[in-house]
């Protein structure tokens, strides 16, 4: 696989990349925390690079997205008849990514029960399919990634100390965009260049006045939408029209208007809401805690909005799985 470019000159990222790059070497878990978009995958994807299993496979497994029920047989694997509907045997992800390195993602979503069954694979390198007496040994790298505070949740209860120990053992913190903003405007131009867009003569030093709470993957999708709807010669005024716009979105595509005629503040308390939702991946009691009401008055809310039921609101919370990336 090819090592997408990583931008950044600021001195916090470098340090990360640093550290990430001596880690790529070594065999052990790597962990790496940061914010929603600050890179995390792109980071996952350079330590397999840049690691002595890159002739292996990396295999990206989005453990907020696979249902519990799953998620042992997936990563796994079953016997043929180990449960009904298993009509042949299935080797898993984790066989899978043999000689090469498996990528979970999201670990912080991943429930109790499932963590004691990473464990296992943690401590000893050993599988068992589901319905199967043999253990089998397996020689695979874990490279973990997670925008949650672990720490947190461990003392919350909700995520194993013991897990946590054996993932850590190679930390590496990504900062978020607005705590190194000199990497805006730099990452910022090499986003529109590979797009063809003609950066010279462009001040981009305006996009470091925002805060970028979505990080390099808002900036992204900010600067498509400047490229489609400005051409490849950006101006800085339709830069700056264009970036007021998205800091109106923070409270709502209502607000990013010129006008608030027509808005309620129950439209904004909504649009708050959804997006600090979002923000905690639909964990309600993380969003009440953060939004400052109990979870009952959360739960209220979403009732009233018709947001209650999983099948309602689902759609709003979950981004697009990855698809595995072959050697
Ligand atoms: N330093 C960087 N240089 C170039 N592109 C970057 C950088 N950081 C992030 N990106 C780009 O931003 C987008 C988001 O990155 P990525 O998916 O790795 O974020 P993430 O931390 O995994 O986010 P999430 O927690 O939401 O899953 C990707 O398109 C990625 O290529
Ligand atoms: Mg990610």
């Known amino acids: 696989m090819k090592s997408e470019l990583i931008i950044g000159q600021s001195r916090l990222f470098k340090k990360a990349l640093e550290d990430l790059d001596k880690f790529a070497k070594s065999p052990w878990p790597v962990l790496i925390t ?18 002595l299993r890159n002739k292996g ?29 298993a009509v042949q045997s299935h080797r898993g992800l ?28 943690l401590e000893s390198q050993e599988i068992r399919s ?26 919350e209860g909700r995520f194993r100390h013991d897990l946590l120990e054996r993932l850590s053992v190679l930390p590496v913190h990504v900062p978020p965009l607005r705590e190194r903003s000199e990497d805006i405007p730099v990452l910022a ?25 979505g990080n390099a993957r808002q900036l992204k999708n900010f600067l498509i ?30 607000l990013a208007e010129p006008s608030l005629t027509g808005v309620t503040l129950a439209d904004i308390e909504r649009q ?6 979002k923000r905690c991946h639909g964990n309600r009691k993380r969003a009440a805690k953060e939004l400052g009401i109990a979870k009952s008055t959360l739960h209220e809310k979403l009732r009233k909005w018709k947001l209650d039921t999983p099948e309602e ?7 697009p799985q990855y698809p595995a990336i072959a050697p």
């Open 34 to 51: 940061g914010e929603t978009g600050v890179g995390k995958e792109l980071l996952a994807q350079r330590v397999h690079f840049f690691s």
């Open 57 to 85: 496979p990396f295999i990206p497994v989005n453990c907020g997205a696979l249902p519990p029920g799953l998620f042992e047989s997936e990563l796994f694997g079953y016997e043929r008849g180990a449960f009904s509907g």
């Open 94 to 121: 984790v066989r899978t990514a043999q000689g090469g390195s498996l990528f979970l993602d999201e670990i912080g979503e991943l429930d109790l029960t499932l963590q004691v069954k990473l464990l296992r694979l």
């Open 130 to 155: 589901v319905g199967a007496c043999r253990v089998e040994t397996v020689d695979v790298r874990i490279i973990a990634a997670t925008n949650r505070n672990l720490e947190e949740l461990v003392r």
């Open 189 to 213: 131009q090499e986003i529109l260049e590979r797009m063809g867009a003609v950066t010279e003569g462009t001040d981009l030093s305006c996009l470091s006045t925002f805060d970028w709470p």
């Open 225 to 254: 939408r400047a490229y489609v709807l400005g051409g490849t010669h950006l101006g800085h005024d339709f830069l700056s029209r264009l970036l007021a716009k998205e800091r109106g979105k923070l409270l709502g595509p209502a």
């Open 272 to 277: 708050v809401v959804i997006d600090r939702l």
């Open 313 to 319: 609101a689902w759609p709003l919370y979950r981004e």
